[in-house]
């Protein structure tokens, strides 16, 4: 019997594992290719949070070696400054990612932003190309979050085949691709949302259960059958009895620890495992942009 101790995945930890790998392959590039990884964060405006990941973002991407370029732009900025940004970007052979932080304010249209970035530099993934790319089975450029739960789960559980996925979410950033992930992975794959019929049933018959609906404690304890794998992609902010607020997941995990075989807290699940696979892709994006196989560390 597992106690609820062990069977927390501590995304912490995981993801300074994915960057200490990250770390050893940019020191290769550098040394045996004279390729330093470059990633380039635009950001518009102000918005606190974003200020927040964004400094976060460029601190990790120097710790690991790679070039780091941060383009600050103001919250008046004009559509036309922002796509010049990025044709610029583009266009340097030092940049092989370019994220440009959302939200953006509302007088620019984010989806022509995001599809003027190369989609060989689309490091979020969010790019037509790489998500018809990724449909397809072609190689991709993966959005980052289920790029850190596919990681997690093989790290769990080894090879998926033929484990049923429940996937609670539909959004192209999380829940579409993370359904194609673990297609590709030979999950039998259920898109499910908040919507759905009988879901709790539905859960009840999942091997591995991503949440990523955007509502704090949608999925309850008793829908997760014992030993199911949990991934909570939610962050969801709630009030507390002092006042303040507390982080929440998509998951009541007080509930769900003592049935599921390993189980993402919230904080210190998903969460820090998005950036660690930010730089991931950097390096993805460069080795494909030289030619170059990643190196294996
Ligand atoms: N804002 C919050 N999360 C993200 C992300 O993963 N990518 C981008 N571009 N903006 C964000």
Not at 133 to 150: E, F, H, I
Not at 222 to 250: F, Q
Not at 262 to 269: Q, S
């Amino acid at each position: 019997m597992t106690t609820p101790q062990d069977n927390r995945i501590d995304g912490k930890e995981f993801a300074a594992r994915v960057r200490a790998t990250v770390q050893a392959q940019t020191a290769i590039l550098i040394r045996d290719h004279g390729l330093k990884p470059g990633l380039a964060v635009v950001l518009v405006g102000e918005d606190p949070a974003s200020q927040v990941y964004v400094r976060n973002k460029a601190r990790q991407t120097n710790e690991v070696g790679m070039r780091s370029d941060e383009i600050r732009l103001d919250a008046s900025a004009s559509q036309a400054e922002v796509l010049a940004v990025v044709d610029r970007l583009n266009a340097d052979d030092g940049i092989h990612g370019i994220l440009v932080q959302l939200p953006l304010p509302e007088q620019i249209d984010e989806t022509a932003v995001l599809d003027r970035i190369d989609p060989a530099k689309d490091v979020d993934g969010f790019h037509v190309i790489n998500t018809g790319r990724l449909q397809v089975g072609l190689p991709a450029l993966v959005p980052c979050t289920p790029r850190g739960c596919m990681m997690m789960l093989h790290d769990r559980l080894g090879d998926l085949s033929g484990l049923h996925a429940v996937v609670v979410g539909r959004s192209n950033i999380v829940g579409k691709p993370m359904a194609m992930l673990l297609l590709q992975a030979n999950c039998t794959v259920t898109i499910a949302h908040s919507r759905t019929r009988n879901l709790p049933d539905l859960c009840r018959g999942a091997d591995i259960i991503v949440a990523a609906v955007g509502r704090p404690h949608f999925v309850q304890g008793d829908w997760i059958s014992p030993g199911a794998t949990v991934i909570d992609v939610g962050i969801n902010r709630v009030p507390r009895e002092d006042g303040k607020t507390r982080l929440v997941g998509d998951v009541d995990f007080a509930a769900a620890v003592g049935h599921a075989g390993a189980i993402t807290p919230v904080p210190g699940g998903v969460g820090p495992m998005t950036i660690a696979c930010l730089l991931a892709n950097t390096i993805t994006a460069a080795c494909r942009a030289a030619g170059i196989e990643e190196p294996k560390v």
